[in-house]
């Protein structure tokens, strides 16, 4: 004979396998219908971006782009095109923004943080991964970000 603790034990087993058995099949329905914040289905791959052009042209034709945080490190409000790839022995960022020309080339120096013994800090080489060009671009999503009022750098 089965034990009413037993048949109790089994009913209530069978009651939490029926119901997680529902709720998969129910999020798994659900998640069929899921859309991303761009609106486009899930399973769909995602579209290219399209190319956007750079706002500023040549470095030193344009005003500076105005930060909107404090500690945003400034975007680079001119082209990179014909600029040559940083690598481990040239960047030529600094022939325009460091020590020894910036004042030349009217261009703004880099930050004191940027700098070990009068050199530029190897921690610090890689511009482009802080610093970004400007492009007229609709944001991805919507959004209501205000900045802060900060004074020009």
Same mark, same amino acid.
Request: overall charge positive.
């Given at each position: 004979?089965? #034990?009413?603790?037993?048949?109790?034990?089994?009913?209530?087993?069978?009651?939490?396998?029926?119901?997680?058995?529902? +709720?998969? #099949?129910?999020?798994?329905?659900?998640?069929?219908?899921?859309?991303?914040?761009?609106?486009?289905?899930?399973?769909? #791959?995602?579209?290219?971006?399209? +190319?956007? +052009?750079?706002?500023?042209?040549?470095?030193? *034709?344009?005003?500076?782009?105005?930060?909107?945080?404090?500690?945003?490190?400034?975007?680079?409000?001119?082209?990179? !095109?014909?600029?040559? !790839? /940083?690598?481990?022995?040239?960047?030529?960022?600094?022939?325009?923004?460091?020590?020894?020309?910036?004042?030349?080339?009217?261009?703004?120096?880099?930050?004191?943080?940027?700098?070990?013994?009068?050199?530029?800090?190897?921690?610090?080489?890689?511009?482009?991964?802080?610093?970004?060009? *400007?492009?007229?671009? +609709?944001?991805?999503?919507?959004?209501?970000?205000?900045?802060?009022? /900060?004074?020009?750098?």
């Amino acid at each position: 004979m089965i #034990s009413k603790h037993f048949r109790l034990t089994l009913a209530t087993l069978t009651v939490v396998v029926l119901s997680v058995g529902c +709720a998969v #099949s129910e999020n798994t329905i659900a998640y069929e219908k899921v859309n991303t914040m761009r609106g486009t289905d899930v399973n769909v #791959s995602d579209a290219p971006f399209d +190319a956007k +052009a750079y706002q500023g042209k040549k470095p030193g *034709q344009q005003q500076l782009v105005a930060r909107t945080f404090n500690g945003q490190p400034p975007v680079i409000p001119h082209t990179l !095109e014909n600029f040559d !790839e /940083i690598t481990l022995e040239d960047n030529q960022c600094v022939e325009c923004h460091g020590l020894a020309k910036y004042k030349e080339k009217g261009a703004p120096k880099m930050a004191d943080s940027h700098f070990i013994n009068q050199k530029v800090a190897m921690t610090r080489w890689q511009c482009n991964t802080c610093h970004v060009p *400007q492009v007229d671009a +609709a944001p991805l999503v919507k959004q209501n970000f205000v900045g802060s009022a /900060i004074p020009k750098l």
